[in-house]
C-alpha cells in the first residue's frame, strides 16, 4: 500500500546546554567501556602472560574511575545544567588517569599509549576547537613526561617484555582502537544525517509558511475585490424582490430571486471564512467539543450523508477535546467530502472515530478509485488536483494538513490504486482531556 505522511519530522536544534548534557552522558557510557576494556587488558597479561604490574597503584586508579563514573551517573539523573567546562575537565581528567596507567606500566613502551589519539578523537567531538587544542597540549605534556619517568614493565623471569610479547600487545592495541575509530566516525556520520534531515525539514516548514502566507494573502485580496460587487448585487436583488412582489410578479420568479439572495450571502460567508483564517488556526479560540458533535458538526453541508457509516469507540462517546471548532470541523469535513466524491455509486464511506493513549484518530476510509504512488505524492500539495474543472482548487488536503500540523497533530494518507484510501488525523490530547483520559482509563 502506497503510504505518504503529510507531517513533518520535527526535528528540532538542541539549546547548547542539552547538547552538552547528551556529550556528557556518551562520555559516561563510552568510560563503562574503557574501563571494561583496561580490566580486561590488565587481567589478560598479569594471568595469561606474566606480566608483572604494581597492582596496588593500578587498582587504585580502577577505583577512580568506576567511583568518578558513578558519581557522574547519579548526577545525570537529577537533569542537571552541563556546561562546556564540564566535558572539557572530563576530558583532562581521563587524561591524566591514562598516564598514571601508563606511568605504572612501561611508558611509552605500553603498545597501549597510542591510545592518546582516542582521547583526542573524543574531545574534538564533545568541546569547541580551542578546547580541543589546550587537550591536545596537555596529552602531549603527560606522554612526554612518560620518557623522563615511568615504572618499566617486566615478566616473571625475564628483566624486559619480549619483542614477540610487545607486538601481540601492538595487535591488540591496534584492535582496541580500531573499534574506537568505527564508533566515532559511525557517531559524526549519524550526526550529519540526522543534522542534513532537521536543514531539510525546516526549509519543507518554511516553504508550508511561505505557501500558506500566499495563500492568506489571495484570500484577503479576493474578499476585498469581491466584497463590493456581491453587495451591489444583493442590493439589487433586495430591491427587486421589493418592487416586483409589489407588481404582482409570478411567485415562482420571486423564488428565484430569493435563491439568488442566498446564493450571494453564501459567497459573501465564504470570503469572509477565507479572509479571516485562510486555513490556519491562529486567530480562533479553542474551546471543548465533544467528539460526536465534532462529527455531527463535520457533516453538515454535506451531500449524500447517508453513505457515511461513523464508528465511535467507547472512549470516544464522552470524550472532549480542545480544538478550534470552525478551522477544524472544515478540515475534517474536506476529507469526508473528498471520501464520498472518491467513492463512485453507492459505496460506502467509513468514519472512524477513537482515543489512543496518546491523542485521538479521526480516520476515513473510502472504497474508491485510490491513488497511484506519483498522486499520493502530490496529494498534499497546493492547487493539485485530480478532479475535473470546476470540482475543486486543489487545497482541500493543504489546508487540512496546515490546521492539523497547527494544533501538533499529523495527517496520514494511504492508498492503492483499486482499493481505496485511508486518512489519519493523529491529535495530541489537550491537557484537561488528557487528564479525564487518564482518569477515565483508570
Same mark, same amino acid.
Given at each position: 500500500?502506497?503510504?505518504?505522511?503529510?507531517?513533518?519530522?520535527?526535528?528540532?536544534?538542541?539549546?547548547?546546554?542539552?547538547?552538552?548534557?547528551?556529550?556528557?552522558?556518551?562520555?559516561?557510557?563510552?568510560?563503562?567501556?574503557?574501563?571494561?576494556?583496561?580490566?580486561?587488558?590488565?587481567?589478560?597479561?598479569?594471568?595469561?602472560?606474566?606480566?608483572?604490574?604494581?597492582?596496588?597503584?593500578?587498582?587504585?586508579?580502577?577505583?577512580?574511575?568506576?567511583?568518578?563514573?558513578?558519581?557522574?551517573?547519579?548526577?545525570?539523573?537529577?537533569?542537571?545544567?552541563?556546561?562546556?567546562?564540564?566535558?572539557?575537565?572530563?576530558?583532562?581528567?581521563?587524561?591524566?588517569?591514562?598516564?598514571?596507567?601508563?606511568?605504572?606500566?612501561?611508558?611509552?613502551?605500553?603498545?597501549?599509549?597510542?591510545?592518546?589519539?582516542?582521547?583526542?578523537?573524543?574531545?574534538?567531538?564533545?568541546?569547541?576547537?580551542?578546547?580541543?587544542?589546550?587537550?591536545?597540549?596537555?596529552?602531549?605534556?603527560?606522554?612526554?613526561?612518560?620518557?623522563?619517568?615511568?615504572?618499566?614493565?617486566?615478566?616473571?623471569?625475564?628483566?624486559?617484555?619480549?619483542?614477540?610479547?610487545?607486538?601481540?600487545?601492538?595487535?591488540?592495541?591496534?584492535?582496541?582502537?580500531?573499534?574506537?575509530?568505527?564508533?566515532?566516525?559511525?557517531?559524526?556520520?549519524?550526526?550529519?544525517?540526522?543534522?542534513?534531515?532537521?536543514?531539510?525539514?525546516?526549509?519543507?516548514?518554511?516553504?508550508?509558511?511561505?505557501?500558506?502566507?500566499?495563500?492568506?494573502?489571495?484570500?484577503?485580496?479576493?474578499?476585498?475585490?469581491?466584497?463590493?460587487?456581491?453587495?451591489?448585487?444583493?442590493?439589487?436583488?433586495?430591491?427587486?424582490?421589493?418592487?416586483?412582489?409589489?407588481?404582482?410578479?409570478?411567485?415562482?420568479?420571486?423564488?428565484?430571486?430569493?435563491?439568488?439572495?442566498?446564493?450571494?450571502?453564501?459567497?459573501?460567508?465564504?470570503?469572509?471564512?477565507?479572509?479571516?483564517?485562510?486555513?490556519?488556526?491562529?486567530?480562533?479560540?479553542?474551546?471543548?467539543?465533544? *467528539?460526536?458533535? %465534532?462529527? /455531527?458538526? &463535520? @457533516?453538515?453541508?454535506?451531500?449524500?450523508?447517508? !453513505? $457515511?457509516? +461513523?464508528?465511535?469507540?467507547?472512549?470516544?462517546?464522552?470524550?472532549?477535546?480542545?480544538?478550534?471548532?470552525?478551522?477544524?470541523?472544515?478540515? *475534517?469535513?474536506? %476529507?469526508? /467530502?473528498? &471520501? @464520498?466524491?472518491?467513492?463512485?455509486?453507492?459505496? !460506502? $464511506?467509513? +468514519?472512524?472515530?477513537?482515543?489512543?493513549?496518546?491523542?485521538?484518530?479521526?480516520?476515513?476510509?473510502?472504497?474508491?478509485?485510490?491513488?497511484?504512488?506519483?498522486? %499520493?505524492?502530490?496529494?498534499?500539495?497546493?492547487?493539485?488536483?485530480?478532479?475535473?474543472?470546476?470540482?475543486?482548487?486543489?487545497?482541500?488536503?493543504?489546508?487540512?494538513?496546515?490546521?492539523?500540523?497547527?494544533?501538533?497533530?499529523?495527517?496520514?494518507?494511504?492508498?492503492?490504486?483499486?482499493?481505496?484510501?485511508?486518512?489519519?488525523?493523529?491529535?495530541?490530547?489537550?491537557?484537561?482531556?488528557?487528564?479525564?483520559?487518564?482518569?477515565?482509563?483508570?
Amino acid at each position: 500500500m502506497n503510504t505518504t505522511e503529510a507531517a513533518p519530522q520535527a526535528l528540532h536544534g538542541t539549546p547548547a546546554a542539552d547538547a552538552f548534557r547528551i556529550n556528557l552522558s556518551w562520555l559516561v557510557r563510552m568510560r563503562w567501556f574503557a574501563m571494561f576494556g583496561q580490566a580486561v587488558v590488565i587481567t589478560g597479561v598479569t594471568w595469561f602472560m606474566g606480566v608483572e604490574l604494581p597492582l596496588l597503584p593500578v587498582g587504585v586508579i580502577l577505583a577512580l574511575e568506576l567511583t568518578s563514573n558513578l558519581g557522574y551517573v547519579g548526577w545525570l539523573r537529577q537533569e542537571p545544567e552541563v556546561s562546556e567546562r564540564m566535558l572539557v575537565a572530563l576530558v583532562a581528567f581521563d587524561l591524566l588517569l591514562f598516564t598514571l596507567l601508563l606511568y605504572f606500566s612501561g611508558g611509552p613502551q605500553n603498545p597501549f599509549s597510542f591510545l592518546y589519539l582516542i582521547h583526542i578523537a573524543v574531545a574534538a567531538l564533545v568541546v569547541r576547537p580551542k578546547w580541543t587544542w589546550g587537550l591536545v597540549l596537555l596529552a602531549l605534556f603527560c606522554s612526554g613526561a612518560l620518557f623522563f619517568e615511568n615504572v618499566p614493565l617486566h615478566m616473571a623471569g625475564s628483566d624486559g617484555i619480549p619483542f614477540k610479547a610487545h607486538l601481540y600487545g601492538i595487535w591488540v592495541a591496534l584492535g582496541v582502537g580500531a573499534t574506537f575509530i568505527v564508533y566515532f566516525m559511525q557517531r559524526v556520520n549519524a550526526a550529519l544525517r540526522s543534522r542534513e534531515a532537521e536543514l531539510a525539514a525546516a526549509e519543507q516548514r518554511t516553504r508550508r509558511s511561505d505557501q500558506l502566507a500566499s495563500l492568506a494573502t489571495l484570500a484577503a485580496g479576493a474578499a476585498h475585490e469581491l466584497s463590493t460587487p456581491l453587495s451591489t448585487i444583493a442590493v439589487i436583488v433586495k430591491e427587486l424582490d421589493r418592487e416586483l412582489g409589489q407588481a404582482g410578479v409570478d411567485d415562482r420568479l420571486l423564488g428565484d430571486l430569493r435563491l439568488i439572495r442566498e446564493q450571494v450571502e453564501r459567497c459573501r460567508e465564504i470570503l469572509i471564512q477565507l479572509s479571516s483564517d485562510s486555513g490556519t488556526t491562529h486567530a480562533e479560540n479553542q474551546s471543548r467539543l465533544e *467528539l460526536p458533535l %465534532l462529527v /455531527k458538526r &463535520a @457533516l453538515e453541508n454535506l451531500q449524500e450523508t447517508q !453513505r $457515511v457509516d +461513523v464508528v465511535l469507540s467507547d472512549d470516544a462517546q464522552s470524550y472532549a477535546a480542545r480544538v478550534p471548532e470552525r478551522a477544524l470541523v472544515r478540515a *475534517l469535513r474536506g %476529507l469526508i /467530502k473528498n &471520501a @464520498l466524491d472518491a467513492s463512485s455509486g453507492q459505496k !460506502r $464511506v467509513k +468514519v472512524e472515530v477513537a482515543v489512543l493513549a496518546t491523542g485521538w484518530r479521526f480516520e476515513v476510509v473510502d472504497r474508491g478509485t485510490g491513488m497511484s504512488e506519483e498522486v %499520493l505524492r502530490r496529494a498534499v500539495e497546493p492547487f493539485f488536483t485530480t478532479k475535473e474543472p470546476g470540482r475543486g482548487m486543489g487545497l482541500g488536503l493543504f489546508l487540512t494538513r496546515a490546521v492539523v500540523e497547527g494544533l501538533g497533530g499529523q495527517l496520514l494518507i494511504q492508498s492503492q490504486p483499486g482499493e481505496g484510501t485511508r486518512a489519519t488525523v493523529l491529535l495530541p490530547h489537550s491537557e484537561d482531556s488528557a487528564n479525564k483520559a487518564t482518569q477515565a482509563s483508570e
